[in-house]
């Protein structure tokens, strides 16, 4: 029965056992919304031929609802909804308190990817392996905007919020890859923000997580390497440098923050730059990709407009490597005083 | 239709012709002038937003990039939201029929401040012109929600946006001004409190919603326009501050927004439904609590857009039952309209289509409110297409038909004409029809999983895309021809006469176009508004006789 | 009109809020704790419903302006309210030592402040 | 934000109403709406306030420290007083004494002056100690986590009030001007009362924001 419905809904499978919960409701208020929606549709019809209008001017009855009429209006949708409200929010209680002895994983959301960690330093990028039949509390947080982690095969969807950790837990029922979603708006790929649980048997994840955890050790400071391997200059970078040295980019940028006949590239990703016209724009990806093909566009104060279009004689995959490459040129971010960090609250179950 | 013998005859002179030339439009006082230019100046809104929906609807009928990149899409879409909800769907029935007709309605000569009507008419020029001036400077893409911490960081002209945002909601609270006071103190001797008309209760409620949530979103707007200037990190969590304070500060006005966009529909159903079935409504007490009770209760529902985002368990519960109050009253009303069809005399009429339209589509999107209003359910339809079909149900499919409705049914009153009746009524249809097509297909889109603000999906979503792609065209074909025949009637349209519906409504007693002063003589009205069973000629003496 | 506003009644309420004023002050240097708040703002209530219903000419009129006044102050209940009430029950200062320190965002770094966040 | 636009909406002997108590009805009623918006837009402010003071309630009790109280309570002082020389005012001019009623205008302008120029005297003692908003705070003697949030707020909550003190000493300066040339009389002074009622609620904002951030 609810395998039927959930084709006639388009649904995609129950993956989860909040999924079980959440299509439950679903079903009882759909199949109530249709079945009044039924009565009311046959009641104007039947009002629409049997009162159409037979004259001009016609006079009508003075009609006035009884009270108890009106208490019905009232009190029968009303307990429906308040039925409805109470059986999700028992779910979402549910849902958002996970049983004691859940897997705990960190998720981090990113401009525009998903970074998994587990308490015990081995992490993927892109990836989230899981055990099957096993409570998993997911431990959310952002890096920059807000995202929002979703699963739509689990009916799961929690934001991840900057500077928070949220939390939501899920039992995923069998084996199998399931599509990462970020369903809160966050820029440019947003859509493009992906990543997969992949759920094992528990005797498989046991397995991988072993072999995760014998890659080399990390030194003490380190981030593990899977982890930070999303951070390091990619090979997208390296072939942005090279197309760089290719096209003669160089002389006129640097990468060491050296002023040159062009701005310098070093922390140019995002920063903000004052414009010839007076305004002030964001290096972001727009604004670098623009500034190849269309450079006499948005000139940065104090520079002239010197630098060739670029226009058809590079290839989007070399613009995106160049972008790619002066993004990597972060300067080194300051790291808060100790002072400042979060200090440590045993997470409360 | 028409009954009578003689054809009947445009008054000598009237609104339209009692003074000429440009400087008297641009400098008037006259409640309907102020109204038939805002009329004017939403519809060109609503082109331009009609125009970037059927951009988006376009590009997403393919996976990958098509017409535009995704940072275009992002813009269209941002734009789109804010072009329809805040330069078209917040001042539409308010400022253009609300202006016209609230005054008619009451018997008055005009709203209580007419300057402040005109103030508020150039306000929302300006606002609307400041934020086309963003959307050249490239536009925004924030979404029309301006989610801070993203709305604070992107590189995109934000600013002129928030700041058009920001004056065309002065616009607005100088309008419900004006419009509370007048309904309070200009009222004809007969009007008493419960004699006012449906559809001035309605406006009535939306000006108390205007006046007290539209200062918050414009001080938030203030705050993140102050965020992007001085970096002032109210909002970031790196200075210690929260996201969440943002969208509740910010949905404490969007989510009322919501009602000033639909509960003037609310009223003009509330008319059209008693006119076009000649009946008095089956509870003028159960229209009028319902309401100011969605005025009031409307307030108290906003955290409903915060299950997932964060906010604690508890709100979340509160939000979850409040939101189901306020759907009680949109429940009754629904149950109310139907009340009043029976024992009427139905008259079907291109509005009494949309009103038709106007109940089915807001049942639907009324139920759909409640669904992603409880807690559990809401986790999975979150941000996804359910919520966009969701709202877009309730914002095109309930405000738009009655928008719709409404230009019909006073077309004769503002211009005294009529337009081809046979064709409206066929559009009528064409329109609820592609309306059901562009975004039934979303629901299903959102059970399946897809979030919104997506510039490319993966591809199990396409057909259902092509399916409401194809609606929306549909949809848009609909408006061309509307646009065609009402243009084309402004001039060649039969003459209407003074009360071509029959209607009960204290509007009609004065002649279509109305003078200058609305009524010859100062007006007395000694019967409610909605009373068909009562034997009196006054009503149709309108008819040319 | 009854209740009018004349020079005996402006002053005795002038009189009564320069008199509270001092109160509040006064009752602020005793460092009442928490109540100091409660009692401060309770302070200032009073003083506005004086301001509000001798000065604003709230006691000369009935219904409308009364009904605003008695909205207007509902409604900042409502939004502080309900904000509290959320707030209040978020989860206690969750900050489990994630492997990732908060990246600050783009072009706002390098200034103090900061907390992990709104416990 | 123009509150001259609605603080003086009617036409006298505006047509479209039948006569003066009912024009100053309406008067007064679109005034007090008006108002309603005014402090609904506060209130977004001290929304901001509650929320923070109950995320950081140490913080917000040593930050009281680094304020100014005392000219924080002249300031509260200099504003009641200035209230007060309106209300008299208006009491004035409806016993029909216009040269009363404009010195007592003079006066709640001057106060108002005097009002903003001791913030401005503090604005400058804080920008000296660099306790400016945002990303230009460097406050070092008040460097905890969340210390920039907290004059953040002051700095913001206090500048939109400095903007309505402003707005209203203009609005009670032109009143003052068409007081002394004559314009209202007893029988008609509406404007006057509704630029009082604008001047009373600064005064009523005030009257929160000096316990929330000097005294507790």
Redesign the interface.
Known sequence: MSELLRHLLFLPRAGSTLADRVDGIHFFIIIITFIVAVCIGLTGFVFLVRFRRQQAFAMTPHVQAPMWLEGLFIGVPLSFFLLWGVMGFRDFVWAKNPPAGALDVYVTGKQWMWKFAYPDGIGSVGELYVPMNKPVRVLITSRDVVHSFYVPEFRLKQDALPGRYTEMWFQVKRPGRYQVLCAEYCGLDHSHMRAEVVALEPGDFEAWRARQKSLPEPGPGEEPLVVSGADAPGPLAELGRAVATRKGCFQCHTVDGTPHIGPTWLGLYQREESLQSGERIRADVAYLTESMMDPAAKVVAGFNPVMPNFQGRLSPQEVAAIVEFIKSLRPERPVPPAAQEPTYVPVRR | MSQSGAEPVMPERHYLNAERGLWSWLTTHDHKRIGLMFLGLLLLMFLLGGVYALALRIELLTPGETIMSRLAYNRSFTLHGVVMVWLFLIPSIPSAFGNFLLPLMIGAKDVAFPRLNLASLYLYVLGAAITLWGILQGGADTGWTFYTPYSTATGTAVLPVLLGVFVVGFSTILTGVNFITTVHTMRAPGVTWTKIPLFVWAIYGTSIIQVLATPVLGMVLVLVMLERLGGLGFFDPARGGDPLLYQHLFWFYSHPAVYIMILPGMGVISEAVCAFTRKNPFSYRVLVVSTVGIAFVGFLTWGHHMFVSGASTLGAGAFSVLSMLVAIFTALKIFTWLGTMYRGSIWITTPFVYVLGFIFLLFFGGMSGVAVAVTSADIHWHDTYFVVAHFHFIMVGASLMAFLGALHYWFPKMFGRRYPEALGIGTAVLIIFGFIATFLPQFLLGNMGMPRRYADYPERFQPLHVASTAGASLLGFGFLIIAIYLIWSLRHGRVAGRNPWESRGYEWTSESPPPKSNFHEPPSFPYPPHDYARPDVAPEVGRAA | MEG????G???L??VA??AL?TL??GL?RLH?GNW??V???A??AI??SL??F????LSE?S???RL??A???L??V???G?????????????????????????????????????? | MQPEASARPVVPHAEHFGDEASRQNAAHLGMWIFLATEVLLFAALFAPYALYRLAYPELFHQAREHMDLTLGTINTYVLVSSSVLVALAVASIRKGRELVASALLVGAVVLGITFLCIKGMEYAHHAKDKALPGAHYAFHQFAVPGASLYFTLYWIMTGVHAVHVTVGVGVLSVLCGQTLSGKFSAAYHTPLELGGMYWHLVDIVWLFLWPLLYLS
Request: avoid cysteine; charged fraction near 15%; aromatic fraction near 8%.
């Open positions: 009018t506003l004349g020079y009644k402006a002053l309420v002038g809020l320069l004023t509040s002050y602020s009442l100091g708040l009692v401060a703002l302070i200032a003083k506005v301001v509000a001798f000065y604003m000419h009129r219904g409308g302006p605003v006044f909205t207007a102050g409604f900042v409502i939004l502080i309900l904000i509290l009430v959320e707030a209040s029950d978020r989860p206690a200062a969750v900050m489990p030592p994630g492997p990732f320190s908060i990246e600050r965002l783009p072009g706002l770094d390098s200034q103090p402040g900061g907390e992990g966040g709104v416990r």
